[in-house]
């Protein structure tokens, strides 16, 4: 009995159309995302972005007392630095804020309008912080001589601001500029313990 001939037709050898335009629409968006993904690294090498922050540049402990009753009268300067290294687009600030603390006690709230920090430059706030006397508990008392007599208090700082900034044609970043540090002073005249305290963005 002679083997039966198997024949394909022409529309079993055909490729679908659709199977060909998903094949070329895929084609042109990996060319497009490669495209894409250069474009945006030499962007990135020309313009070299810097992130802009902000950091505590020098404080002064102005005055500290503490009376028998435990009401404590303070007044802290902080100079608060925001910095802007780009040099091709300017940076936006806002909803600055930053809480001044002793021992857990809140003793000053420090704020700033929405500003702009121009290109590769910076903008200083010189913060004179008087406090309201403060009542403090007999433990917090006690902490609070206890530094005097070391001569060492440590405040703590906490706060963010808003930053809005521009990358050349790549588009705008915006995020949340946090700045958390320990402000340390000799109470016996005032003068601030330097330390390296910047910003983080989150």
Not at 5 to 27: H, M
Not at 66 to 88: C, D, H, P, S, W
Request: proline content about 6%; glycine content about 6%; some cysteine.
């Amino acid at each position: 009995m002679a083997p039966k001939s198997k024949f394909s037709t022409s529309r079993e050898r055909a490729t679908n159309p659709l199977v060909w335009c998903g094949a070329i629409i895929c084609t042109i968006f990996t060319i497009a995302v490669i495209l894409g993904g250069i474009v945006t690294f030499i962007g990135y090498l020309v313009i070299h972005p810097r992130v802009p922050y902000v950091s505590v540049m020098d404080a002064h402990l102005d005055h500290i007392q503490i009376y028998y009753e435990g009401i404590l009268e303070i007044q802290v300067t902080i100079l608060i630095r925001a910095q802007n290294g780009n040099e091709k687009t300017h940076a936006s600030f806002s909803d600055s804020s930053y809480s001044l603390s002793l021992n857990r006690e809140v003793v000053a709230q420090l704020v700033a309008p929405p500003f702009e920090v121009g290109k590769n430059s910076s903008v200083d706030f010189n913060y004179v912080v008087p406090s309201s006397p403060i009542p403090l508990r007999p433990d917090q008392v006690e902490d609070v001589d206890t530094g005097l007599k070391k001569d060492l208090i440590i405040f703590d700082l906490k706060g963010s601001s808003r930053v809005r900034w521009r990358i050349g044609s790549l588009g705008s970043v915006r995020y949340l500029c946090r700045l958390e540090c320990q402000l340390r002073f000799h109470p016996l005249n005032g003068t601030y313990i330097p330390s390296r305290y910047s910003s983080k963005a989150k």
